[in-house]
């Protein structure tokens, strides 16, 4: 199924500047916050009534009048979905989970990092709640459908070893990839970090398997760094892109 009339908000966050992204399709108000881990109080505000910050690009309306105008009453928030488990990604989700109890999907090989979110930002001096808990899993090629929204699950392991790139089909224009901290514009999350299962070739074989076959002008937007699409970081990113050394070893063997 395709979604037709797509809102996306998206909000950076915290002091790692993570991307949260807010999904709404227009005509129901369904709606879907991935990696909601950061300045929960913010991107609440603007959910519910428009008032604060507000996020940093949008596609859709800029105002409380204009959002009336759009047909759209009041969003509502059916799930959480998290590309991975780092705690900038997923620290505060314990607050989105006591406003509006919905489910909350990650990848299972995930759980083990999630269940260190709040250890990991003391780490950094952050003051993070209990850890939650997903309740619904990730799967490879699932196709996950919440309420009027639908979306692809690519399981995309390297940066963390359950992370997931999310995409959603558009009907009249591009498609939105959410890629987490797979890949960035001109550059790929780091491989290094503690208790993740970071491998890079690992991560080079799951964006040249998984990312690269999507349509060109897929819109990314990466979980750290400015919006990009696939053709672009699929002929010019030094690290994963048809010219770099892995992909040319990739299609070798
Ligand atoms: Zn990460
Ligand atoms: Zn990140």
């Given amino acids: 199924m395709l979604n037709n009339e797509l809102w996306i908000d998206s909000f950076i966050v915290g002091a790692l500047a993570m991307r949260c ?26 959910i519910e009534d428009f008032s604060g910050q507000g996020p940093d ?21 059916i799930a959480l979905v998290n590309t991975h488990a780092h705690f900038d990604h997923s620290g505060e989700i314990p607050y989105l989970l006591d406003r509006y109890h919905v489910s909350w999907y ?25 850890p939650a808990i997903a309740d619904k899993q990730l799967e490879d090629n699932m196709t ?9 699950i690519y399981h995309t392991p390297g940066h963390t070893l359950g992370g997931c790139c999310i995409e959603v089909k558009v009907e009249d224009g591009p498609n939105h990839l959410f890629a987490g901290d797979t890949l960035f514009a001109g550059s790929v999350g780091r491989t290094d970090l503690p208790h993740s299962g970071g491998d890079f070739n690992l991560l080079a074989k799951s964006v040249i398997t998984k990312l690269w076959p999507l349509d060109l002008d897929t819109v990314v937007h990466p979980g750290h760094g400015p919006l990009t699409d696939i ?4 002929s010019t990113n030094p690290f994963v892109g048809v010219n770099s050394p892995i992909y040319v070893e990739f299609h070798k063997s």
């Fill in 21 to 46: 992204s807010v999904v709404t399709d227009l005509k129901t108000g369904d709606t879907v916050i991935i990696d909601g881990g950061s300045e929960t109080d913010r991107i609440i505000s603007w």
């Fill in 144 to 152: 996950l459908n919440l309420g009027s929204l639908t979306f692809e």
């Fill in 231 to 234: 053709g672009v970081e699929k």
């Fill in 106 to 130: 990650l990848h299972p090989e995930d759980d083990y990092l999630q269940s260190l979110a709040q250890i990991s930002g003391q780490r950094w001096g952050f003051s993070l709640p209990t």
């Fill in 57 to 77: 690009w949008s596609k859709g309306p800029s105002s409380f009048e204009s959002m009336k105008s759009s047909g759209l009453s009041k969003r509502k928030v």
